[in-house]
T-cell receptor, first 115, second 111 residues
Framework: DAGVIQSPRHEVTEMGQEVTLRCKPI?????LFWYRQTMMRGLELLIY????????DSGMPEDRFSAKMPNASFSTLKIQPSEPRDSAVYFC?????????????FGQGTRLTVV | KQEVTQIPAALSVPEGENLVLNCSFT??????LQWFRQDPGKGLTSLLL?????REQTSGRLNASLDKSSGRSTLYIAASQPGDSATYLC??????????FGGGTRLMVKP
C-alpha cells in the first residue's frame, strides 16, 4: 500500500478563498483523523471518522471548517472562507479500529499558507 | 480530557550516547500508545506501538516501556546516531479512539 496520501502538498491562497484538502486513507482502515500542526499549539485533532461517519468534531475550530468522508477511500477538509490564522500543516491519518490494536499512519501533510 | 507531557522538550547529545525520552499522560484508560518520529518539514513516522497490556516493545535500537497505571511511557534509544536527530512524539490512544499528542522532544545527536 502507498500509505496515506494527501493532496496538495502545498497550498497558498488569499484570505477569503475556499480551500479544500484531500486525503486517501490506507485501504482497509476504518478510522480517519484530521490533525492540524502549528508551532504554537502543536498537533491538534480536528475531526475523527469511523466507518465514514464523523464521530467527534469537537476540535473543528469554527463553522468555517467542514469535513466529509463520502466513502471509505476519500475524505476532504474544507475551509471557507480561509483566514491567515488558518495557516498550518494539516495532516490526515488512518488506522484500523482501536479494538484491533492497530497503528495509526500519517500522510505527509498539506502545508497551507493563507495570505 | 487527556493531557500529554513530554520531557525534556529538547535534548542535545554526542553520538553514541544512550538516552531516554519521557512521556506522561493524565488518563490511564488507554488502549495503546504510539511513539512517532517527525523530521523537519515531514510527516509523522510510526516507530513503535505498545498495547495497554504490554510492558515493553522493541524495534532495533529502540525500546518503549509503558506503565499504564502511573500514566508513563519511556522511549529508550541505544547508541544514538546523527540520523536519529528529529522530534519524537508520544500519543496515547484512549476514549473515543483518539490519539492525543504531547509537545514532543526535539533531539539533536552531534557527530
Amino acid at each position: 500500500d502507498a500509505g496515506v496520501i494527501q493532496s496538495p502538498r502545498h497550498e497558498v491562497t488569499e484570505m477569503g478563498q475556499e480551500v479544500t484538502l484531500r486525503c486517501k486513507p490506507i485501504s482497509g482502515h476504518n478510522s480517519l483523523f484530521w490533525y492540524r500542526q502549528t508551532m504554537m499549539r502543536g498537533l491538534e485533532l480536528l475531526i475523527y471518522f469511523n466507518n465514514n461517519v464523523p464521530i467527534d468534531d469537537s476540535g473543528m475550530p469554527e463553522d468555517r471548517f467542514s469535513a466529509k468522508m463520502p466513502n471509505a477511500s476519500f475524505s476532504t477538509l474544507k475551509i471557507q472562507p480561509s483566514e491567515p490564522r488558518d495557516s498550518a500543516v494539516y495532516f490526515c491519518a488512518s488506522s484500523g479500529d482501536y479494538s484491533w490494536g492497530t497503528e495509526a499512519f500519517f500522510g505527509q501533510g498539506t502545508r497551507l499558507t493563507v495570505v | 480530557k487527556q493531557e500529554v507531557t513530554q520531557i525534556p522538550a529538547a535534548l542535545s547529545v554526542p553520538e553514541g550516547e544512550n538516552l531516554v525520552l519521557n512521556c506522561s499522560f493524565t488518563d490511564s484508560a488507554i488502549y495503546n500508545l504510539q511513539w512517532f518520529r517527525q523530521d523537519p518539514g515531514k510527516g509523522l513516522t510510526s516507530l513503535l506501538l505498545i498495547q495497554s497490556s504490554q510492558r515493553e516493545q522493541t524495534s532495533g535500537r529502540l525500546n518503549a516501556s509503558l506503565d499504564k497505571s502511573s500514566g508513563r511511557s519511556t522511549l529508550y534509544i541505544a547508541a544514538s546516531q546523527p540520523g536519529d536527530s528529529a522530534t519524537y512524539l508520544c500519543a496515547p490512544r484512549g476514549a473515543g479512539n483518539m490519539l492525543t499528542f504531547g509537545g514532543g522532544t526535539r533531539l539533536m545527536v552531534k557527530p
